[in-house]
């Protein structure tokens, strides 16, 4: 076999079974691979950035990598971005980038670029294969680097003589490792603070946001008196009934310092020491005060779970039931809020959703409002690079085989910088139900020009308003494929949200906000 | 002053006026200097790569550099692709990357990137200004790197603290470096190679394929026998009546083969050894044979206008009039072909146009049918990334100033990478008319698969087909601000074609093909 039907082979030996791809005439060979292979789920993203961001909402969801196929060079850098959210969120993908044969690389033609370099800026793990006898096992090694916990960037370059060539070898599944011990010493720490008179508030982040370690964290909190908050870096949450009532760090700096300074200990699970999103002139960079104390109990690649049990143990802490979040909201009326629209995305939503919040400015308040609405998961923009809310929404519904509902809660500036992914929702037929808040401008920009002291003038308003002319997201929908409708008030909106529920196609309201 | 307004009044000083922006909160003290400063044309893209590919396509008409506005490591990373074609287009490219305030860039905020890894694989000069006391000089320095003859991408990045600490310093100006001088025995060798027995063929590329070195060139090749072909990767070429028919190297390897197959000699002028855009397996990796003598007149940074000319001296070569092209063609009819639509274009439009053309498979035979048009400049993609093509065509319009007809000949899958580039047309009210070649798919990849030898099954349409769900061009344009219309027969494409050139709005034609 060639070395293009060894790498599939592998891959899904390995239990990739899905690839978001872009492909190109480098990768025709694993292309033809593919057709010859059962059991690969195939989807085409029309810009490389879809790509790499459905794989990110993909892991997020089935808890295991799929590959992206990537053209070259150029295709690979057209996704970076979405790499760089899926890095910081710690999710699992594994890139496949093909590129020029070995031996034409050197004549350097058009679309010959450093391609190592493009990927070692994202990823966690890079090889270029050399050799078809190879590629089997580059492979294998690509994705247990993937699976590496909590999720890494992975990403194999093929050269397309590598995949043509005969002498592919399958290679069998390896394991990835186990994740680094719980530190005893840490656990001890952490038990003797809390024990202490000080305020001390556990910060989670990562995969300490998740049910399990959530409860464990409320019984710590319960026996010891700390408060439990969440990293606002955090790209995954289970929230909802039945699931604590936590709130994030606050992205705008004072608040964030204001949230953090009653703390004299800072427990930091999962969470890496909170500081600001970006610095500001005469401003601090940290968010905890200069005398707080910060305690490491897990580090990202941790298991949080085996920690806090221990640390639960350690200090006796009896079983505590998740508070009550009290009656599910309503759905609102009137003219469009924040909160009014979390409240109707709280009742409304079906059990086991799945939210994407790209929201940006708009949504910052929306844990508020819906802590009362069913167990759901709530994904969140990790790495700050906007264009992530609609291919994690897209990725996530097919990482749920489709059985779950996604609702995407979608800044409009940041909608656009990924609006191919409808196109990918409407192929795939996928039960998305994307909210484009339509406020024609990027908001958070305005106010951060704000903070520079000065009124937008001409030149400014010129790159930071949207309005001229108004994008119609209906028609943007539509020429998608994509069935969409405006909503100017609440009531329009939760008519169509409903509507759109019952209905396994995607959807898009425009909500003039 | 701050940083940030010693490093605009430096751009402005340095001949640098127009701005293609996609700021972030890093770049607040810039927007903010932008603002106070007249004489700088802000012109906004909804994408990063929207505002990299226009820069380029500026470049190409303005004949100096813009600067690009992005936001931290994965704003650049966004725009990457097209800085990729714009490095394979030697376009000057002056880009400015804010960036993490120097003090916090080691807390490793979300946005935090290797930036400068990110910048050195597409850019000839990258540098990272560390205080507001040196910003101004390395302004001067990354201007003077973008006018370095014929184009440089060119990388400032800017920590946020350094554009906002007071102790900016405007700076002077500085001349972009000369030439490297033409090469007497390279004159020498080619007149020699000339003046022989062989069949010689003059091959231009890069600044070599403008209206002075074609007639140059033509001058010679009458004089010798000699044959003048263009490189197929040329990004600008001159042409209509006045111009030389020069036909490029064909894409396609067997045809490029065949093309070049017959000559003994090849002289490169600004152009490389001419290779396949891909190997395949079996086939050779250069598009000369064994046996053809390459002899380097000049290289692609040299004046070839300087090298032409002294080898027509040297081989007394008589002024030759250029060939008359022979009638203008007449608007096509019936159903569109790619013939039919070359010569609609070349019967329609008017003196002057810019042609960009990023119609991949269906635009390969373009050139033949449209020699007699009027003068007029024709745009490639020139490093194979594709997207580019809407970008190009909208920097273009904004280069000359909005005084010229653009005509955009655009490929359905490559413009859904870059569609946002319509509403920066219609923010700008640039006169572009873009014809979207729409046959829902990547046909050149169909190509490329066949190749492989094989029949698309299921999995491999499933990625090479974008007809499920159709794309609306009509729909897409009109979300975004711009007018358009769906043609399926010639005459309603001429008709419509018509209609824009008369227009100084951007419009758009849906041609289903």
Chains 1, 2 share one sequence.
Request: aromatic share 6%; hydrophobic share 40%; glycine share 10%.
């Amino acid at each position: 076999m060639n070395g293009a039907k060894s790498l599939v082979e592998t891959l899904l030996q390995s239990g990739v079974d899905t690839c978001f791809a872009n492909p190109g005439t480098s990768e025709m060979h694993f292309v033809a691979a593919l057709d010859q292979s059962d059991g690969m789920h195939c989807v085409l993203g029309l810009q490389e950035n879809i790509v790499t961001g459905m794989a990110d909402g993909y892991y997020r969801i089935a808890g295991k990598p799929a590959c992206t196929l990537l053209h070259c060079g150029p295709g690979l850098a057209n996704g970076l971005g979405n790499l760089h959210n899926a890095r910081r969120a710690r999710s699992g993908v594994l890139n496949i980038v093909g590129d020029q044969a070995t031996y034409h690389r050197p004549l350097d033609a058009p679309l010959t670029a450093d391609t190592d370099a493009m990927a070692r800026t994202v990823s966690q793990w890079v090889r270029t294969s050399t050799r078809a006898a190879d590629l089997g096992q580059d492979a294998a090694a690509a994705v247990q680097a993937a699976r590496t916990f909590p999720g890494q960037i992975s990403t194999l370059i093929v050269p397309s003589d590598v995949s043509w060539d005969e002498g592919g070898v399958v290679a069998a599944p390896l394991a990835p490792p186990a994740p680094p011990a719980v530190d005893g010493s840490a656990i001890d720490k952490a038990a003797r603070v809390l024990r202490g008179h000080g305020n001390v508030l556990i910060l989670l982040a990562g995969q300490a946001v998740m049910s399990e370690s959530q409860a464990l964290a409320w019984r710590i909190a319960r026996a010891t008196g700390a408060s439990v908050m969440a990293d606002f870096v955090t790209p995954h949450l289970a929230r909802g009934r039945g699931r604590l009532q936590l709130e994030r760090v606050p992205y705008v700096m004072d608040a964030a310092i204001e949230a953090l300074g009653g703390f004299d200990q800072i427990i930091l699970v999962n969470a890496k020491p909170p500081v600001g999103f970006f610095a500001y002139p005469g401003k601090p960079s940290t968010l905890y005060q200069p005398q707080t104390q910060l305690h490491v109990l897990t580090r990202p690649e941790q298991d949080p779970v085996q920690a806090l049990r221990a640390l639960a143990e350690a200090l006796n802490a009896p079983h505590a039931p998740i508070p009550d979040p009290g009656p599910r909201p309503q759905v609102a009326s009137g003219r469009p809020t924040p909160e009014g629209l979390a409240q109707t995305v709280a009742a409304l939503m079906p059990e086991h959703a799945i939210v994407s919040d790209e929201s940006i400015s708009y949504g910052r308040g929306f844990y508020r409002y819906t802590h009362a609405a069913p167990p759901h998961d709530w994904l969140h923009l990790a790495g700050g690079a906007i264009g992530d809310g609609l291919p994690v929404a897209t990725g996530a519904a097919i990482g749920a085989r489709r059985q779950r509902r996604v609702i995407s809660l979608q800044a409009d500036g940041s909608a656009m910088y990924s609006l191919q992914s409808l196109w990918t929702q409407a192929r795939e037929r996928l039960p998305v139900t994307t909210i484009i808040l339509n406020n024609s401008k990027y908001n958070i920009l305005l106010g951060e020009y704000r903070d520079v002291g000065a009124i937008p003038g001409r030149t400014a308003m010129n790159m930071l308003d949207l309005g001229d002319p108004a994008l119609c997201w209906v028609r943007l929908a539509q020429g998608m494929g994509v069935e969409a409708a405006r909503a100017t008030t609440m009531e329009e909106c939760a008519d169509l949200m409903a509507r759109s529920f019952e209905s396994t196609h995607p959807f898009l309201i425009e909500l003039m906000v």
